[in-house]
């Protein structure tokens, strides 16, 4: 009797325990299906969150650098539908010479080994334009840290970018005439310092052959040029005479260009030159016929006024630049 008792009292203690067992599981389903249900819309709402940034690609890719996802900004901003792209190798938004340079491979590279990759360069949309995009790619890593893939986020920033390189050619420019203007302000100091320089030496002078010769010295000095002469017309022979002349010494003393003075000119034989002096304009030229005396040079012809502006009593002045090349 008492076995028997003992008996069902170790049936029920074991009925309770098996009870308690089928509650506990009940409440851990319960739980389970809690904790799904409620990850499926903690997923439904990253989704919708990801689907409504139209303003940026968002897009995971596996291991081996094929899509595994897109997003709606994506297919914006891309061009690809999901459909068209999923599965597909990520490398065909890059340009071809970027991928020429295995970019693609190199940014997951960067991205697996230091946890990022900025990504700034110019891509590829599916009908072949290109545009600037802007983001980053990190790594996906299981809580063990292995790699499970790549995300990626990018914007289209062509416009800013275009605006930077406008910015840059503007400032480019600027910089630019900024250097001419100086240039051009020192040239004037320079030229007002020589005009100074002239004037001092001829100001009590009323010798035409003094005022021409200092003149044409300063020309010379103040151009660095190697040599600078006078000539005068006679209109009635026709004729041009060199007058005056400065020409620059090597470091032997030798003139860098033989000299000129008396040598004259018909100018019928060169009416091309002599038509634009007459008619009072400033022009240059290269000589490149083989002259005896000159040899072969680059020239400024410049016409030669009184304070009447009367050219025909005078002549010109010409500056020769070094001899060309053979």
């Not at 297919?75 to 190798?89: D, F, K, P």
Request: with cysteine.
């Amino acid at each position: 009797m008492q076995d028997e008792e003992k008996t069902k009292n170790q049936l029920i203690d074991e009925l309770v325990a098996l009870r308690q067992r089928v509650i506990e599981f009940e409440i851990s389903q319960t739980q389970y299906q809690q904790t799904e249900s409620a990850l499926r819309e903690s997923f439904e709402r990253f989704r919708l969150l990801v689907d409504s940034a139209q303003d940026y690609a968002i897009l995971t890719l596996e291991p081996n650098g094929n899509v595994a996802s897109w997003n709606s900004g994506a297919e914006r901003i891309l061009g690809y539908s999901s459909a068209e792209i999923i599965g597909q190798h990520g490398s065909c938004i890059f340009t071809p010479e970027d991928r020429k340079e295995s970019e693609d491979k190199k940014e997951l590279r960067t991205a697996a080994t230091f946890g990022r990759a900025d990504d700034e360069r110019w891509h590829m949309r599916a009908d072949g334009t290109r545009f600037w995009g802007s983001g980053i790619v990190t790594p996906l890593l299981d809580s063990a840290g292995n790699l499970l893939g790549f995300s990626k986020i990018m914007r289209d920033m062509t416009e800013r970018k275009q605006a930077e390189e406008q910015i840059q050619r503007l400032n480019t420019d600027l910089e630019r005439q900024v250097t001419e203007r100086t240039a051009q302000l020192q040239q004037a100091f320079e030229f007002e310092a020589t005009l100074k320089r002239i004037s001092d030496k001829v100001r009590d002078s009323l010798d035409e052959s003094q005022i021409l010769q200092t003149a044409v010295q300063e020309l010379a000095l103040v151009l660095d040029i190697i040599c600078c002469d006078t000539a005068l017309y006679n209109l009635v022979d026709c004729t041009s005479t060199i007058c005056y002349e400065y020409t620059v010494e090597d470091d032997e003393g030798t003139l860098k260009t033989p000299s000129s003075i008396g040598r004259v000119v018909q100018m019928a034989d060169v009416p091309e030159v002599y038509r634009q002096l007459l008619q009072g304009q400033y022009f240059q030229f290269c000589d490149l016929t083989l002259d005896p005396i000159r040899s072969q040079v680059a020239v400024l012809s410049c016409p030669i006024v009184d304070d009447r502006g009367c050219w025909e009593i005078y002549g010109c002045s010409t500056i020769k630049t070094m001899p060309l090349m053979n």
